[in-house]
């Protein structure tokens, strides 16, 4: 096995069905390579809900995972609005997702505060319409 397995997915900001496969397909890799549960579901969750802020917010984006030896490394990467106050999005049932976005049962504020939460670091990197890159690890 490579030093570093990497995956790239492109995250399509127009269709919320389409919102979290690359989340799965990484879940099912991690399942083949024999990574254990907790990890695997860490890495899942973190990743699942900053797809769907991709979408809610920034109109798609990338995500690029890197599985090393220490550590998974999650990369997340969109053109968006970027993100005002970075302590304020942090905060749980903090929002700015429209109310159409809403009646569909996503934007309830808990996207950021789920990504730190599932993760060992989190490090976000944002310029005002610009966009944003966050970068999680899952310690191994």
Do not use: C, W
Request: charged share 25%; net charge negative.
């Amino acid at each position: 096995m490579p030093d570093v397995l990497k995956f790239h997915f492109d995250v399509d900001g127009s269709d919320f069905s389409s919102a979290g496969e690359a989340s799965v397909l990484v879940k099912k890799k991690l399942r083949q390579l024999g990574y254990p549960a907790d990890i695997i579901r860490k890495v899942s969750i973190a990743m699942y809900e900053g797809e769907i802020n991709m979408v809610i917010h920034a109109n798609g984006g990338t995500a690029d995972v890197e599985v090393g030896e220490k550590d998974i490394t999650i990369i997340l990467k969109d053109e968006g609005p970027g993100i005002p106050d970075i302590s304020l999005a942090m905060q749980e049932g903090y929002s700015t997702a429209r109310e159409n976005i809403r009646v569909l049962g996503f934007g309830a504020g808990m996207g950021l505060p789920n990504m730190k939460k599932y993760t060992d670091s989190m490090d976000i990197d944002t310029v005002i319409g610009k966009g944003t890159t966050i970068t999680m690890k899952v310690n191994l």
